[in-house]
């Protein structure tokens, strides 16, 4: 169906509109390259960030939390996977953007955010948005490590820290499938980025701090416009089915490192 | 000399009492045979003398344990399980660790060994202690959840012996190995008793007639009866010793 409804722009010029960075459907410029940079771009560093942030959650309410609080605090992180995505868009909007602005011209020391709304807005509201659910994933890998692993562990002689990461390293495959879903999320989250990303179509830039475009928040953004113009929806459809590709692709990489790492 | 002393010893889980004012001593360079009824509280005796029972939240300790006089709760609790192993009934490789990994990483993360060569050079030397060198030397990368159980448990000993330590708590240590594998793991800890003091948690009275040179009858949670090996099988002084070794008591 992709294919079909993207065949009119490959039958005028080819793969060509993935190698261009100009989206301007009035001048008949149909690139995508820039929306595909801020894609990568953003999820890279959402994840990079995330990673972190889920291994710090799993692993403290396993190992800090009394067992009492654990599926609380499990419940609530897991909850806010579930809020409707526009709530993050407006907090990102009104909230983390202009925070993030602050904060990184104050550190800079200079306007080297010139904008609230921005690709790094936008990577760390995905951050934020996709660690519930790497964290889900692995704290649910981690609780699984049995008890004689972890005497095993406990028993050469290993601190808290070493432990921790040697139980990580034992669920190494939750760890992977906490990645992949969330770099999934990530790459196909398409509301909330949208309202912080800054709507950038017109130029290529691998600058975080200045306003971007991701292929989904280019097809959310833009999908109202595209009918009056004829090679506009069937761009669209080209640019959704590279996400749709990039996708299957995690998919099966997830698949198959998963099953290598199975405990 | 005693090695090892718990004096008025008390654990329990939640609310549940399972060790209840113990006192055993343990001489040095000798196997005591810790024996008893299922459920009489070996095991977490033993988890008591590494401190592996701080890895149960609800379990609490109470009275004291000695080693070579000094309090275990006082001794860091890492220099301590380095000094005091254990194996376990289930043998308990690290299964996504290489078979050498296993018997290294208490090593590496102790920084026992000055340099590769030497840590390599332990490995091969604890591995061959618990007869296991020859039947993995050619796949030492092989991870340790593909070997038997029986080879699974050799490694468990390797990984215990790398450490030199003072004490090897053996709990149940052929509960599930075959007989060439039991006798295997029997004729090394009689060996091994040169070089440490072993406390070894058995159901056989015949293992224990085999190869301990005391006896320690654990019932409820309390040290019933202690005595050399061959007392504590001809002449029990305690009536249920006398039942649990001649078969009558489980
Ligand atoms: N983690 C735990 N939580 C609650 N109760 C426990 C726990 N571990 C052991 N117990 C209880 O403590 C008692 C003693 O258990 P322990 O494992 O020390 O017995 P044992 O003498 O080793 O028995 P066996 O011969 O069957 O191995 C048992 O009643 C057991 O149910
Ligand atoms: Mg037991």
């Given at each position: 169906?992709?294919?079909?409804?993207?065949?009119?722009?490959?039958?005028?010029?080819?793969?060509?509109?993935?190698?261009?960075?100009?989206?301007?459907?009035?001048?008949?410029?149909?690139?995508?390259?820039?929306?595909?940079?801020?894609?990568?771009?953003?999820?890279?560093?959402?994840?990079?960030?995330?990673?972190?942030?889920?291994?710090?959650?799993?692993?403290?309410?396993?190992?800090?939390?009394?067992?009492?609080?654990?599926?609380?605090?499990?419940?609530?992180?897991?909850?806010?996977?579930?809020?409707?995505?526009?709530?993050?868009?407006?907090?990102?909007?009104?909230?983390?953007?202009?925070?993030?602005?602050?904060?990184?011209?104050?550190?800079?020391?200079?306007?080297?955010?010139?904008?609230?709304?921005?690709?790094?807005?936008?990577?760390?509201?995905?951050?934020?948005?996709?660690?519930?659910?790497?964290?889900?994933?692995?704290?649910?890998?981690?609780?699984?490590v049995p008890?004689a692993v972890e005497e095993a562990i406990y028993g050469v002689g290993a601190?808290?820290?070493e432990a921790?990461l040697l139980k990580?390293r034992y669920v190494i495959s939750?760890?992977?499938?906490?990645?992949?879903?969330?770099?999934?999320?990530?790459?196909?989250?398409?509301?909330?980025?949208?309202?912080?990303?800054?709507?950038?179509?017109?130029?290529?830039?691998?600058?975080?701090?200045?306003?971007?475009?991701?292929?989904?928040?280019?097809?959310?953004?833009?999908?109202?416009?595209?009918?009056?113009?004829?090679?506009?929806?069937?761009?669209?459809?080209?640019?959704?089915?590279?996400?749709?590709?990039?996708?299957?692709?995690?998919?099966?990489?997830?698949?198959?490192?998963?099953q290598k790492w199975q405990p | 000399?005693?090695?090892?002393?718990?004096?008025?010893?008390?654990?329990?889980?939640?609310?549940?009492?399972?060790?209840?004012?113990?006192?055993?001593?343990?001489?040095?360079?000798?196997i005591?045979?810790?024996?008893?009824?299922?459920?009489?509280?070996?095991?977490?005796?033993?988890?008591?003398?590494n401190?592996?029972?701080?890895?149960?939240?609800?379990?609490?300790?109470?009275?004291?344990?000695?080693?070579?006089?000094?309090?275990?709760?006082?001794?860091?609790?890492i220099?301590?399980r380095r000094r005091v192993q254990m194996i376990f009934q289930i043998p308990n490789p690290i299964p996504n660790l290489s078979i050498f990994e296993n018997v290294a990483l208490g090593l590496k993360l102790n920084r026992l060994a000055k340099n590769r060569k030497e840590l390599y050079q332990r490995v091969k030397t604890a591995l061959e202690k618990a007869q296991l060198w020859d039947e993995v030397k050619d796949r030492l990368n092989a991870p340790a959840g593909k070997l038997s159980g029986g080879q699974q448990q050799r490694l468990c000993v390797a990984r215990s012996l790398a450490f030199e330590p003072e004490v090897l708590l053996a709990d149940e240590p052929t509960a599930n190995l075959d007989p060439e594998n039991t006798a295997k793991i029997e004729a090394l800890l009689l060996d091994l008793k040169k070089e440490m003091t072993i406390?070894l948690?058995?159901?056989?009275?015949?293992q224990?007639?085999r190869i301990?040179?005391?006896?320690?009858?654990?019932?409820?949670?309390?040290?019933?009866?202690?005595?050399?090996?061959?007392?504590?099988?001809?002449?029990?002084?305690?009536?249920?010793?006398?039942?649990?070794?001649?078969?009558?008591?489980?």
């Open positions: 169906m992709f294919f079909i409804k993207a065949y009119p722009i490959f039958a005028r010029e080819g793969f060509a509109m993935f190698l261009q960075t100009e989206w301007d459907p009035g001048a008949q410029k149909y690139g995508v390259l820039q929306a595909l940079v801020g894609t990568m771009l953003t999820s890279v560093v959402a994840i990079a960030l995330a990673m972190p942030m889920a291994i710090g959650v799993a692993v403290t309410i396993n190992e800090v939390l009394p067992s009492r609080l654990r599926t609380i605090f499990g419940s609530l992180v897991d909850l806010t996977a579930t809020m409707p995505t526009v709530l993050f868009g407006l907090w990102g909007f009104y909230v983390l953007g202009p925070f993030l602005q602050n904060a990184v011209n104050t550190l800079a020391g200079g306007a080297v955010m010139t904008s609230p709304s921005t690709l790094f807005t936008a990577s760390v509201l995905l951050a934020i948005m996709v660690t519930p659910y790497a964290a889900a994933v692995i704290r649910e890998g981690y609780a699984l008890k601190t808290r820290l921790v990580l939750y760890v992977l499938g906490g990645f992949f879903l969330a770099l999934g999320r990530a790459m196909g989250e398409t509301v909330a980025v949208a309202m912080v990303v800054g709507g950038n179509y017109a130029h290529l830039t691998t600058n975080l701090f200045q306003s971007g475009i991701t292929i989904s928040s280019l097809i959310a953004l833009q999908f109202g416009n595209a009918r009056f113009y004829t090679y506009a929806e069937p761009a669209l459809f080209a640019a959704a089915l590279l996400l749709a590709i990039f996708g299957i692709a995690i998919n099966t990489a997830a698949i198959y490192l998963i | 000399m005693t090695k090892l002393e718990a004096k008025n010893l008390q654990v329990s889980f939640g609310n549940v009492a399972v060790i209840t004012g113990l006192n055993l001593s343990i001489p040095e360079g000798s005591t045979a810790l024996m008893g009824p299922s459920g009489s509280g070996k095991s977490t005796l033993l988890r008591v003398f401190r592996l029972i701080e890895l149960y939240p609800e379990a609490h300790v109470g009275g004291y344990v000695y080693l070579d006089g000094q309090d275990i709760f006082e001794i860091d609790v220099e301590l406390v948690v058995t159901h056989f009275p015949q224990a007639a301990s040179d005391y006896v320690a009858f654990l019932y409820k949670g309390q040290i019933v009866e202690r005595g050399p090996t061959k007392d504590i099988f001809t002449k029990p002084r305690h009536e249920l010793t006398e039942k649990y070794v001649t078969g009558r008591l489980y």
